[in-house]
C-alpha cells in the first residue's frame, strides 16, 4: 500500500497522516495536486518516510492515463519545504549511508524530469534546501511574493553540499557565476530576488499562486510541451560554456576561498568542482559524483560541529516562546551612540515602533542616516522592498526629550557604562509614566542588573540585554538576569531578542557576563604578548589561522581603549587573582590612541609607538603553539569557571555563547567541543606549566580540574 493519500475522498486509499505527500488525483482538466505534507505539518522536511511517500505517489502518477500535468506546492501557506530533516544528517556517520540517501533523493526528484508531462513548482514559505532542489527538478516554478518565502541552497552552512541534485541543476539553469554565489554562501532569496536570478519564473500574490500554477502547465499542455525553452544567454553563456572563461572563473573562486573563512570549510571547493562538473560531466557522472562527496562531508566532524551549532540555535529561538512571554510593540532607546543607534534601528526594521533620545541633535541625524544607509542597501539587494524600507524609518521617531512614556512596552538605555547614572535612568522613566508590566532593560556589558534594579519599585522587570557591536550584525543577545528578575521578563526579553533576528542566551548576573568575563583573559594576555615583543599583525595572523575572525589587536581597536580598560577594571576588581589590567590599555588612553574611533589604535603609527615604550627587555615573538596555549586555553578555563559558578546552565549555553558573540570557530563546534578535542587533561597540563613559568592567572580553576579529575 502507497504511503501517498490524496484530497479527495472518494480515491483516498488511507486516513490522511502526516509525514508523507498527500496527492489530489487529476481533475476534469487532467491536472493533478501534490501536497508535500498535511495542513497541520507547521515545517516539512525530507524524511525517508516522506521520501518514499514521494516515490510512490510518482509511481501512481506515471500510470495515469488521463494526466495533463502536475502542480507540485506545500500542505498549506506559508510552507514548502524545509530541506532534509537536520537530524537525519546528524545521525549519519557513515559515507557509504550519506552517499545512498543522496542517490535515493537524486533517483526521487529524477521522477518528476521523466513525468512525460508539465510538472510546476507553487513556491510559498520556505523552499531551501531540497525544497529548493525539488522545484528545480520541476519544469516551471512559480513563488509566492508573501515575507515567509524564502528560496535558497544553504547546505555549505551545515558543513556539506547540495545532495539532491542542486549543484547539477541550479547552475545549468542560471549560470555558473550566479549558481556559485548561491550555493557557496548559502544564500536565500526573496521572490523578486530569485526571479531575477532566474531561479523561478514567475512571481504572484499568495491568492494567486494556485491559479497561475494550473496556467503555467495549461500553457505548456496546449502547446504539446513538458518545459518552456530555455537557454544561458550572456556573460552566463560564456563564462558556463566556455573552458577558458569558465576556468578563469574556477580559478578566482579558488583564490577567494583560500584566503577567507571558506579555508577551514571541506564543503565549499567540493561544491565549486560539483558546480564546475555540471558543464563538464555528461549524463549520471555529475549527479554520482555529487552524492560522494555528500557521503564524505555528511560523516566530517565539520559538519557534525555545524548540525550541533544549527539544534544550538534553534533551541535559543525556543526560549521565546516559554511561558509568559508578550510580544514588544513599542520601545524607548535612550543613548544615540553606536550601540543605541543600532538596536533602534533594528527595533524599528522589525515593525516594533521605536522612539530614540539623546541629547545631542547630531547623534539623532546620525541614527536615521545609519537606518537609511542599512535599508538602502537591503533595498539595492533586493532583499527588502522599498515600501517596506518607509515604513521601517517610519518607525524610528528621534527626540532630545523623553516626553511621557504611558505607552512604551520596553525601556531601553544604552548609554555611559556608569552605575549611578543608569539607576538614575530607570527612575526617571518610572517618573514619566512607565508602564508597571514594562522591561528596563540596560545594554551594559559589564555592570550588575540586580544594583540597576535596587530601590525601584517592581525590580522583577529590570534586566540586562546586552548586545554586542555592531548590533546589526552580531547574533547573539545575552540576557543578563538578577536574582529579582522574573520569569516573565525573561521569556519576554528573549521572544524580542528572537524577533530582532538575535539568539538569547540568558546568563546569570556576574561581572563581565559570559563572553566579556571569556575575552578578558584572552586580551589580557594579547597586550601582554604584545609587550613582549610580538609583532600586532603576526599575533592577529596567528589568531586568524586558528579561526578567529578578527585579530586581538584588531579587536582591541574596534572595541576602543578606553572601554577595554573600563572592562579591565571592572574585571580585576571582582577576579584580581588572575584579571589585572595589563598596563598596555591605560597607556593607550592616556596617549589619546582609543583606536578606530580616534583615526588608530595599536595597529597604526602612534600605537606602536607606544607599544616600543613600553616594551623591556628582549623582545619575544611566540609561535603559534604558544600562542594557542596563552590566549586561547585561558579563555577555556574561564568559559568552564563560568559554568561551574552557573552564569550558564550547560555546556551548550558556552559554545553558543562564543561562537555567536566573539565568533570562536563554528567548525569547532563551540569552546566545550573544541577543548574536549584537545584533551581537557592536557589543556590543564599546559596551564599548570604556563602558571610556573608567568604566574597564578594561568593556574586552571576547579570548573576545569573537576570534570578531569572526574573523567573515567
Known amino acids: 500500500m502507497t504511503t501517498a493519500t490524496t484530497d479527495q475522498t472518494v480515491s483516498t486509499r488511507e486516513p490522511r497522516t502526516e509525514g508523507v505527500v498527500h496527492l489530489s488525483p487529476p481533475d476534469s482538466d487532467g491536472i493533478a495536486v501534490l501536497r508535500l505534507g498535511a495542513p497541520s505539518e507547521k515545517v516539512v522536511t525530507f524524511t525517508e518516510r516522506r521520501l518514499h511517500s514521494l516515490r510512490d505517489a510518482l509511481q501512481g502518477l506515471r500510470e495515469h492515463g488521463g494526466l495533463r500535468g502536475l502542480v507540485v506546492t506545500g500542505p498549506a501557506p506559508d510552507m514548502f519545504a524545509a530541506g532534509a530533516d537536520i537530524s537525519l544528517i546528524e545521525a549519519i556517520s557513515d559515507r557509504a549511508e550519506g552517499e545512498a540517501a543522496a542517490r535515493l533523493g537524486q533517483s526521487i526528484f529524477a521522477m518528476f524530469e521523466l513525468l512525460r508531462v508539465p510538472v510546476v513548482a507553487a513556491i ?11 522545484a528545480l527538478s520541476c519544469d516551471v516554478r512559480v513563488a509566492s511574493d508573501t515575507p515567509t518565502t524564502s528560496i535558497g541552497l544553504p547546505e555549505v552552512k551545515l558543513g556539506i553540499v547540495p545532495g539532491f541534485g542542486g549543484t547539477q541543476r541550479l547552475p545549468r539553469l542560471v549560470g555558473l557565476p550566479k549558481a556559485l554565489d548561491l550555493i557557496l554562501q548559502g544564500k536565500m532569496l526573496r521572490p523578486a530576488a530569485a526571479r531575477r536570478a532566474g531561479v523561478v519564473d514567475r512571481v504572484v500574490p499568495p491568492q494567486r499562486l494556485l491559479r497561475a500554477a494550473r496556467e503555467e502547465v495549461v500553457h505548456l499542455a496546449q502547446h504539446g510541451a513538458k518545459r518552456p525553452r530555455r537557454r544561458l544567454r550572456g556573460a552566463a553563456y560564456w563564462l558556463s560554456r566556455c573552458a577558458p572563461l569558465r576556468g578563469m572563473v574556477q580559478r578566482r573562486v579558488q583564490k577567494t576561498l583560500a584566503r577567507g573563512p571558506a579555508r577551514f570549510y571541506p564543503a565549499p571547493p567540493r561544491a565549486l568542482e560539483l558546480c564546475i562538473r555540471a558543464f563538464t560531466e555528461s549524463g549520471d557522472a555529475g549527479f554520482q559524483a555529487e552524492a560522494r ?6 560523516a566530517t566532524p565539520t559538519c557534525k560541529a555545524l548540525v550541533r551549532l544549527f539544534f544550538l540555535t534553534e533551541r535559543a529561538k525556543r526560549l521565546g516562546k516559554a511561558d509568559g512571554s508578550r510580544a514588544v510593540h513599542s520601545a524607548f532607546v ?12 533594528l527595533l524599528a526594521g522589525k515593525g516594533i515602533r521605536a522612539r530614540l533620545c539623546d541629547l545631542s541633535s547630531a547623534a539623532l541625524a546620525a541614527a536615521k542616516g545609519r537606518l537609511q544607509k542599512s535599508l538602502d542597501k ?16 517610519d518607525g524610528l521617531a528621534v527626540a532630545s526629550e523623553w516626553g511621557r512614556l504611558e505607552r512604551t512596552e520596553l525601556f531601553l538605555e544604552a548609554v555611559v557604562e556608569d552605575l549611578e547614572v543608569k539607576r538614575k535612568l530607570f527612575t526617571q522613566a518610572i517618573g514619566r509614566g512607565l508602564p508597571e508590566d514594562a522591561v528596563l532593560a540596560s545594554n551594559t556589558s559589564s555592570l550588575p ?3 540597576m534594579a535596587e530601590g525601584l519599585p517592581n525590580p522583577a522587570r529590570v534586566i540586562g540585554m546586552h548586545f554586542f557591536n555592531p548590533p546589526e550584525k552580531m547574533p547573539l543577545v545575552e540576557v543578563i538576569v538578577g536574582p529579582r528578575t522574573s520569569a516573565e521578563t525573561v521569556a519576554t526579553t528573549c ?5 530582532l533576528g538575535k539568539f538569547p542566551v540568558v546568563v546569570k548576573d556576574s561581572p563581565g557576563f559570559l563572553v566579556n568575563r571569556c575575552l578578558a583573559p584572552y586580551l589580557n594576555e594579547a597586550a601582554r604578548i604584545l609587550l613582549e615583543g610580538c609583532d600586532p599583525s603576526e599575533l592577529d595572523r596567528a589568531m586568524l589561522e586558528f579561526g578567529l575572525p578578527m585579530g586581538p589587536a584588531r579587536l582591541m581597536d574596534e572595541v576602543g581603549f578606553d572601554v577595554a580598560l573600563k572592562v579591565s577594571e571592572v574585571m580585576s576588581a571582582a577576579f584580581p587573582e588572575r584579571m589585572q589590567p595589563c598596563p598596555l590599555f591605560a597607556a593607550m588612553v592616556e596617549a589619546g590612541h582609543l583606536g578606530a574611533k580616534s583615526g588608530g589604535g595599536i595597529l597604526a603609527a602612534g600605537g606602536r609607538a607606544v607599544l616600543r615604550r613600553l616594551r623591556q627587555g628582549t623582545p619575544h615573538q611566540p609561535d603559534r603553539e604558544e600562542l594557542i596555549a596563552r590566549l586561547i586555553y585561558p579563555m577555556v578555563d574561564e568559559a568552564y569557571r563560568c559554568l561551574e559558578d552557573g552564569l550558564v546552565e550547560s555546556e551548550d549555553d558556552l559554545d553558543l555563547g562564543l561562537v555567536m558573540g566573539m565568533g570562536f570557530p563554528p567548525f569547532t563546534g563551540g569552546i566545550s567541543r573544541y577543548a574536549r578535542s584537545v584533551g581537557l587533561g592536557a589543556i590543564v597540563e599546559r596551564l599548570r606549566d604556563l602558571a610556573v613559568r608567568h604566574g597564578p592567572r594561568f593556574a586552571p580553576g576547579a570548573g576545569l580540574t573537576g570534570r578531569v579529575e572526574k573523567a573515567p
Open 293 to 298: 562527496a555528500l557521503g564524505e562531508l555528511i
Open 449 to 451: 542588573i540586580d544594583a
Open 378 to 393: 537591503r533595498v539595492r539587494r533586493r532583499s527588502l522592498g522599498r515600501h517596506e524600507a518607509r515604513a521601517a524609518q
Open 124 to 134: 510559498e514559505g520556505p523552499c531551501l534546501g531540497g525544497g529548493l532542489e525539488l
Open 495 to 499: 521572544r524580542l531578542a528572537v524577533k
Open 334 to 345: 535612550l543613548g544615540a551612540g553606536a550601540m543605541g543607534a543600532g538596536i533602534a534601528g
